[in-house]
């Protein structure tokens, strides 16, 4: 595990590259417990020394910040990418319950977005294997009641359940084309037994015209299940059409002079404009391959993932 590591895009303290959040007091969590923060469990197993309480660690985090002067603080934005973006999502509510009535909160989640979609073989293997993560973790107790009270709890491991009955503003960064999802959800090894999407996968350009159109297909799916979000006046949206994964806390992708931009805004302003009350911002791109400031991701075979 490296020693030190570097605080860019969101958590820059250079107000030309981060001007909304520069001289805050910025705290980067190592993410190690496989279930977004949201795990129990009592039993440690002997054989392998697991210990599944990413809940524990969470909430001792955050009473460590307290105790350190984050109960004085004016403003807290809980902001995360990927697994970090889903426990944004998961642990919003919690957070502000868990600060000072006063302090005005609000969550930033960044590709963290993950639909409940079927692959292109027709299974279901996310909502299997989120269902799994669930169990394994005793992550029921930690997920909001609100949506346990009327779902499965593997159900609500999804944002597109949570969403809906989260009270703090969240604002949601994310690409319709998300190359986990397209990786992991769409088209995991799985359901893809002799590699048809590989090439795809790595990079988007080499897709062919139907495999194209089963990720706009994709696309339709993944904006339906932002229904909520989209319709609600204290949320953000930044939906853009690159195959990406992760915006916020690289520099080129939140706020440069050639980052991905909606309606000429980039990241780093549409969610400092809505942090701050200054401009509500909620834009979604037009489909692939409309948007020619993307910076679209081009993976090496090596890092393929299924």
């Known amino acids: 595990m490296e020693k030190s590591m570097s605080f860019s895009g969101v958590l820059s303290n250079k107000q030309k590259f981060n001007p909304d959040f520069y001289n805050w007091n910025r705290i980067k969590v190592r993410y190690c417990d496989g279930s977004s923060f949201t795990g ?19 909430r001792a ?12 603080a004016q403003s807290a934005l809980l902001s995360g990418c990927s697994a ?10 919690n957070f502000r319950s868990l600060l000072p009535v006063g302090t005005k909160v609000k969550c930033l989640a960044d590709a963290g977005y993950f639909i409940n979609a079927k692959t292109v ?21 930690n997920l909001p009641a609100s949506c346990t009270s009327k779902l499965s709890p593997g159900l609500c491991f999804f944002p597109q359940n949570v ?24 088209a995991p090894g799985i359901a ?25 297909e994709y696309r339709l799916q993944f904006l339906g ?3 909520h979000a989209s319709n609600s006046t204290t949320h953000g949206l930044f939906i853009d ?28 302003k549409a969610v400092g404009d809505w942090y701050t009350d200054r401009t509500p911002f909620q834009k979604i791109d037009c489909a692939y391959p409309c948007n020619p400031t993307c910076k679209n991701r081009v993976f090496d075979s090596d890092e393929q993932q299924d």
């Open 40 to 58: 129990d469990v009592e039993a440690v197993n002997p054989a392998t020394n697991l210990h599944f309480r990413g809940a524990r660690v969470f």
């Open 61 to 72: 985090i955050i009473d460590d910040l307290l105790a350190k002067g984050m109960k004085n």
């Open 84 to 93: 970090g973006g889903l426990a944004s999502i998961l642990n919003c509510d």
């Open 121 to 141: 073989s027709g299974s279901q293997h996310i909502q299997a294997f989120y269902s799994e993560v669930v169990a394994l973790h005793g992550s029921a107790k």
């Open 163 to 186: 969403v809906p009955v989260t009270r703090t503003p969240i604002f949601l960064v994310n690409a319709a084309y998300d190359s986990w999802q397209i990786k992991n959800i769409l």
């Open 192 to 216: 893809d037994p002799k590699g048809a999407w590989k090439k795809c996968k790595l990079d988007i350009k080499n897709c062919s015209p139907s495999q194209l159109q089963t990720m706009q």
């Open 225 to 227: 299940a932002l229904s």
């Open 241 to 268: 059409s690159c195959y990406a994964h992760c915006q916020i806390g690289t520099q080129e992708t939140w706020l440069a002079a050639d980052s991905p931009v909606l309606s000429k805004t980039t990241i780093g």
